[in-house]
Structures are given as structure tokens and as C-alpha cells.
């Protein structure tokens, strides 16, 4: 495996944002060895020369052409067979890396070899109402916590890590991943919360890229029924890890009304109080962090986690 870094990249349709991406990658102070960019079923015959045209010719493109559109999450499955460097990461196409996000991450990373995977502040770049948001996950003090700390800290704490922030480590994450179809269309989310429980995570408290939150775009937003399906193929396939999502509460998704389904499928486990609140706390984070003024957002965030 070479050393540096390597890039996915899973397209489809975005096409407002593509040039914009290419540049950003372009600019890392380190530069990518190989993008493997998936072609997710567009119709475009000309996309694969458009991207040979603006990628900088030092970095390696590897295309993938998809016959029709499956998802970011099978393209992801297929891409991480080809990684062939040290760490690489993920990127969309309205997503803003910094120019050293490669550079920061590596050092990060390299500093601490049994992490899978390194993230650091969410700034959430709001199309719709024109703000920008500055997460601060004032409860992490340090660069490597391991298993045992995160499970302290899931425990702790009600938050996320957005896949957007998330540079890993190849070696470790080829072995070892929930980034598989079966697990459905949070696998992302999920592979993270499954490495971290099972290996730990670094954190870097630096502002390293930018998500877009903006109409149209691929939403990881699901219904109870389908959170619900997802708790069920997690205890067939992977118990020990479920048996971690259900004890530190991580489906606060799931609204208090899905209570009578989970009965019926005989997942009563998944029933607490702490969930229960944690599931409220989540709707509510959901429906007022954009109404709130900005400056607002980390006391909001502070209430509910």
C-alpha cells in the first residue's frame, strides 16, 4: 500500500457543484495519489473527459461507470476495494475541504496509527437561509480517545460525526467496515459509529471543511419503519456491535411513536428512558438549530447533548 492519501468520489447529478470540487481537491497542499471517481448512472457520455480535463494531472483518476444510478453507499462499497494509499477519504460534490484538510488529517493520523479514522468541526454552510453554523464539540479535549473512552463519550453524550469532517485510515477500514448494501442507506453512518466502537477515534479541533445543507440533496433522514428494519439487520449480522448501539443509546432516530413497532418486531430492548429523551431531544434539535440565531447554536447544542 502507498503512502499519501487516495480520494472517493461518488457523482451523480451535482453538476452545479463539480468544477468547484475538482478545485478543491486540485488546491491540497498534499496532493491525492488516485480519486476514484464512480460515474452513479449519468447520463453525461462526456463526464469521464471533463474530469481527465480539470483534475490535476499528478493525481491518478480511476473511473468507475455505473450502467444506472445505485446510491452513494453501494458506489462506496465498490470504490473501497480500490484504495491503494495509506489513508483516503470521502467527498461529495457540495462539499468544501480546506487546503490543508489532507495535510492536517495525515499528521493526525500518522501521530496515531491504531485510530480508523480522524474528524474535526462541522460548519454547516445553510443554502437556504444564507448562515453559516460552527459545531463545537466542547466535550472532546483530546486527540485519541479508545474504544473504551468513546463508549464513555457516546454514553455521555447525544451527537454525531458528519462523514463530510472524516479522513481514515486504509488499512484498518479495508479489514474491518459496515460499508456494505445490507446495511442500507446509512452504512456511512454506521461504519463510523462501528469503527469507533471497535477501535476508537482521533479528533482534530480545527475547522478542516464545510457541509452544504440545502434543498434536493441526498438526505439520510429515514422513517421509523425503515430504522426499525435497519435495528433488525444489525442484530442478525453484527450483535456485538448492536448491542453497543442499543446500551449507549445511538437510535435516538427513532421517534418515541416507533414504541409499539419496536414491541411487535421484539426489539423491547431498545426501550429506555434515556432513549426516550434522547429521541425527543433530537426532534427538537432538528426543528429549531436553523431557527435560532447562529451565535445561539452551540448553547442549543450544548442543551441538548
Given at each position: 500500500m502507498n503512502s499519501g492519501y487516495d480520494i472517493i468520489f461518488n457523482f451523480y447529478n451535482d453538476y452545479n457543484y463539480l468544477k468547484s470540487c475538482i478545485k478543491n481537491?486540485?488546491?491540497?497542499?498534499?496532493?491525492?495519489?488516485?480519486?476514484i471517481f464512480t460515474d452513479d448512472g449519468n447520463e453525461d457520455r462526456n463526464l469521464e473527459k471533463l474530469i481527465r480535463k480539470t483534475l490535476n494531472k499528478k493525481i491518478k483518476?480511476?473511473?468507475?461507470?455505473?450502467?444506472?444510478?445505485?446510491?452513494?453507499?453501494?458506489?462506496?462499497?465498490?470504490a473501497l476495494?480500490?484504495?491503494?494509499?495509506?489513508?483516503f477519504f470521502l467527498i461529495a460534490a457540495d462539499d468544501i475541504i480546506y487546503k490543508n484538510f489532507a495535510e492536517e488529517n495525515s499528521k493526525i493520523?500518522?501521530?496515531?496509527?491504531?485510530?480508523?479514522?480522524?474528524?474535526?468541526?462541522?460548519i454547516i454552510d445553510n443554502?437556504?437561509?444564507?448562515?453559516?453554523?460552527?459545531?463545537?464539540?466542547?466535550?472532546l479535549k483530546k486527540n485519541y480517545y479508545n474504544k473504551e473512552e468513546v463508549k464513555n463519550l457516546y454514553r455521555k453524550h447525544q451527537f454525531k460525526i458528519y462523514h463530510n469532517t472524516v479522513f481514515f485510515n486504509s488499512k484498518i477500514c479495508q479489514k474491518d467496515n459496515l460499508q456494505k448494501k445490507k446495511y442500507g442507506r446509512r452504512a456511512d453512518m454506521l461504519n463510523l459509529l462501528y469503527l469507533a466502537s471497535n477501535y476508537g477515534f482521533a479528533y482534530i479541533n480545527k475547522n478542516l471543511s464545510k457541509f452544504s445543507y440545502r434543498k434536493g440533496q441526498w438526505g439520510k433522514i429515514m422513517s421509523d419503519h425503515?430504522?426499525?428494519?435497519?435495528?433488525?439487520?444489525?442484530?442478525?449480522?453484527?450483535?456485538?456491535?448492536?448491542?453497543?448501539?442499543?446500551?449507549?443509546n445511538m437510535h435516538f432516530d427513532l421517534s418515541i411513536f416507533s414504541i409499539p413497532n419496536l414491541i411487535k418486531n421484539n426489539l423491547i430492548e431498545t426501550i429506555s428512558l434515556k432513549w426516550f429523551i434522547r429521541s425527543i431531544k433530537f426532534f427538537l434539535w432538528k426543528?429549531?438549530?436553523?431557527?435560532?440565531p447562529k451565535k445561539s447554536l452551540n448553547i442549543l447544542f450544548r442543551i441538548f447533548n
Open positions: 481537491i486540485n488546491n491540497q497542499t498534499i496532493l491525492a495519489n488516485n480519486l483518476l480511476l473511473f468507475i461507470k455505473n450502467s444506472k444510478n445505485i446510491g452513494p453507499e453501494i458506489s462506496s462499497e465498490n476495494k480500490k484504495i491503494n494509499s495509506k489513508f493520523l500518522n501521530k496515531y496509527p491504531d485510530a480508523p479514522f480522524v474528524f474535526s468541526n462541522l443554502h437556504i437561509n444564507k448562515k453559516i453554523y460552527n459545531i463545537n464539540y466542547y466535550f425503515y430504522l426499525i428494519k435497519e435495528l433488525l439487520v444489525l442484530k442478525k449480522y453484527q450483535r456485538k456491535f448492536y448491542k453497543f448501539f442499543i446500551k449507549e426543528k429549531l438549530r436553523f431557527i435560532f
